[in-house]
């Protein structure tokens, strides 16, 4: 890489692996879009996300959406969107089905988690 675009593409690409955030310029797309800072919220479940191959809620966060809707450490899923399903819905309400002893109860809530800094590229 360094050999074909030079020493600042194999910086970036090292700071890419390294999990820093690749912004591409404001006139990235041409004049014809202007780019726009936004917040967007991180989608997250409130509990371990292999609790849905397990069924099983654990590692609950306090304090999470999850945990102020009423979910709760052990509560066993009986129903819940797929994984896939749940990372496309951007913090949407989801709808899980869960058995608490001998009761089933139904969650509905966001699975959002902390907001962050976000960028997209408008029309002009």
Do not use: C, N
Not at 8 to 30: K, L, N, S
Not at 34 to 39: D, K, L, N, V
Not at 59 to 74: C, P
């Amino acid at each position: 890489m360094e050999a074909d675009l030079g020493e600042v593409a194999r910086d970036d690409f090292a700071a890419m692996e390294a999990g820093q955030w690749m912004i591409p310029a404001p006139d990235a797309f041409g004049s014809q879009f202007t780019r726009e800072q936004t917040q967007e919220h991180v989608t997250d479940l409130g509990f371990d996300l292999t609790s849905l191959e397990t069924r099983t809620v654990t590692g609950l966060v306090a304090g999470s959406t999850a945990d102020q809707a009423g979910i709760r450490e052990g509560d066993v899923i009986l129903e819940a969107p797929a994984g896939s399903e749940i990372a496309k819905s951007s913090g949407e309400e989801i709808t899980l089905m869960l058995q608490r002893a001998d009761a089933t109860l139904q969650v509905i809530y966001a699975p959002r988690g902390k907001t962050v800094p976000s960028y997209r590229w408008t029309p002009a």
